[in-house]
């Protein structure tokens, strides 16, 4: 067996680009990083190397890990996979669901692997959840309920702009609603209701979507854009014939306080555990997979799915409306 190290190229240098660089690095890799801005601060902040190109970055590596904003995806996976390339894109896969159905034709046409970051399924709470459901212990469910709060991400301007990174729904929310799906089943109906308040300098956003799952199951998912002094927190529900499980980061504190302490643009990602990094297990499984070709925990597939039930969530804010999934054809 070859111990060459593997040769991952990093597109993007911004926020969550931390949350990727230093666990590349911790599983041996040779990273290059480019992005039109912040891909040498980055390198010498953590370390890889910085090129000038995406010409070059392709030329130099075996697997790209994508990390660039929400609406760019499409354009920068549809390059690293025809360069021939396996690749990792952070959440959402793409911006739309018909998107997503040709990069996942892409990738098979390439012949290559494609992993959507949907993190969470890598945090041990949804962990346990997911096996507690799994062995039964829950019986069958009944209702879900989700939801993440966060201060509202005025960092990055391309954030609050529904048509390039699909609001709360799209960017924060999808998390839950990819979790909803891997817990409960197909998902067949989706309505959606949001709310805004404030002014740009100190917006507030929230967001209410249903989902009716193939099983009967309904799933509850509440998302919060909130001051930039709102702490990251996380919780969940899940109720079946077998009992209840529930988890509540905030309920994980001695001292829970919402005081007005400045921070800058707001929470980009929660706080995890060094030693059990959700991140560092992701990349982990999603390296394993291109090695072995065993199949990760969550798949282009799952990715294209999540999309397609925020897409049907912001097309129930417009109309007003319950969407049918099946009906979509996505």
């Known amino acids: 067996m070859s111990h060459q190290p593997l040769r991952i190229g990093l597109i993007g240098a911004g926020g969550i680009s931390l949350n990727h660089l230093p666990h590349l690095l911790a599983l041996g890799a040779e990273v290059y990083v480019y992005s039109q801005e912040g891909a040498a601060e980055l390198v010498a902040a953590h370390g890889g190397t910085a090129v000038e190109t ?61 992993y959507p970051a949907h993190v969470v399924r890598w945090f041990p709470e949804y962990v346990q959840l997911k096996r507690a459901v799994d062995a039964g212990q829950l019986g069958e469910l009944a209702v879900l309920r989700f939801s993440r709060s966060g201060a509202y991400p005025t960092r990055t301007p391309w954030f609050a702009d529904r048509a390039l990174s699909g609001g709360i729904i799209m960017d924060q929310m999808i998390h839950d609603l990819d979790i909803a799906r891997w817990v409960a089943g197909e998902v067949v109906t989706v309505s959606a209701v949001s709310s805004r308040a404030g002014d740009a300098t100190a917006p507030v956003e929230a967001a209410h979507v249903l989902l009716t799952h193939a099983s009967g199951a309904i799933s509850h998912i509440a998302g919060l854009w909130g001051p930039e002094h709102l702490a990251f927190t996380t919780e969940f529900s899940v109720s079946g014939t077998g009992g209840t499980l529930e988890h509540s980061s905030a309920a994980q504190r001695n001292v829970l306080t919402d005081l007005a302490v400045s921070t800058v643009g707001g929470e980009a990602v929660p706080d995890t555990d060094p030693a059990e990094d959700p991140y560092y297990l992701e990349l982990q499984d999603f390296l394993r997979a291109f090695a072995d070709g065993e199949t990760p925990r969550v798949t282009a597939a799952d990715g294209a799915a999540a999309v397609a039930i925020a897409a049907a969530a912001l097309e129930s804010l417009e109309t007003g409306q319950p969407v049918d999934l099946t009906a979509k054809g996505w």
């Open 54 to 114: 995406l010409d070059e970055l392709l030329d130099r590596v075996d697997i790209v890990d994508v990390v660039t904003p929400t609406v760019t995806h499409f354009d920068v996976v549809s390059r690293a996979l025809e360069a021939g390339k396996h690749v990792i894109s952070e959440k959402p896969l793409t911006r739309t669901p018909e998107q997503a159905s040709e990069l996942l034709q892409k990738a098979a046409d390439a012949g290559r692997q494609l």
